[in-house]
């Protein structure tokens, strides 16, 4: 896999900006009929307090360490979750794995169930993931699961994580509570610069907002916005 430098995303962001397409990698170029690359990355709030928890060591940890002077994407994650979830967290793996020599891009995932997901459960499904302590991965967890929903709504901007009336007949995940299966980009500053639908059940509509996450996510980190 080629390394792609600071120097070399910004050069990439301009290759982006004159072509008008999202032409990231192959398996995310689709080309963008609103050329959104020309046009500023939108501030659309600010984090004003803090997340804290355990991470995936069962170590005290807090969103705003993690993340503080850094370009973060952050989603919700249940470990038990055989699509919706499972498919964001794949999205952010790739991320990983595209952007893997850029030292300050952060990832978090944030238990939506933090009873059923604790460090340890976490831990284990990091490394069934194929992730290693070195990689910049925060998974957050140990608090009541309305902190998490109440933050993630105020500070990140995802929609109001309900608990449903009861279903049996509904999936599992979504028996316990109805969350947003959306990403979040941050900039290094601690503002929310976008939130992206990879989970969409429209697949263009799906492979747009892939391809615009990495395509932002280059940008921030490039600095050119």
């Not at 900006?17 to 609103?34: E, M």
């Not at 793996?93 to 952060?106: G, V």
């Not at 601690?190 to 639908?197: L, N, S």
Request: charged letters at 15%; glycine letters at 6%; proline letters at 9%.
């Amino acid at each position: 896999m080629p390394h792609r430098t600071v120097t070399g995303l910004a050069a990439l962001v301009a290759a982006l900006t004159i072509t008008g397409s999202w032409a990231l990698h192959r398996h995310f170029s689709r080309p963008d009929p609103f050329d959104h690359a020309s046009l500023p990355i939108p501030v659309r709030q600010s984090v004003y307090s803090d997340l804290s928890g355990l991470n995936q060591d069962g170590l005290p940890a807090t969103f705003s360490a993690a993340t503080t002077g850094r370009v973060a994407v952050c989603a919700y994650l249940w470990t038990g979750c055989p699509d919706g979830c499972a498919n964001v967290f794949g999205t952010m793996r790739q991320m990983r794995e595209f952007f893997s020599d850029q030292p300050d891009l952060q990832f978090v995932s944030v238990a939506v169930l933090p009873d059923i997901d604790p460090p340890a459960q976490l831990a284990q499904f990091a490394r069934a993931s194929g992730l290693s302590p070195s990689d910049p991965w925060l998974f957050l967890s140990g608090f009541p699961s309305t902190s998490a929903w109440d933050s993630m709504h105020h500070q990140l901007g995802l929609s109001l994580t309900i608990a449903p009336p009861p279903n049996p007949g509904a999936p599992p995940c979504c028996r316990r509570c109805d969350h947003d299966l959306r990403i979040v980009l941050l900039d290094r500053q601690q503002r929310v610069r976008g939130h992206y639908e990879v989970n969409a059940a429209v697949p263009e509509k799906r492979e747009f907002f892939r391809a615009k996450l990495f395509g932002d996510t280059a940008r921030l980190l490039a600095g050119s916005d």
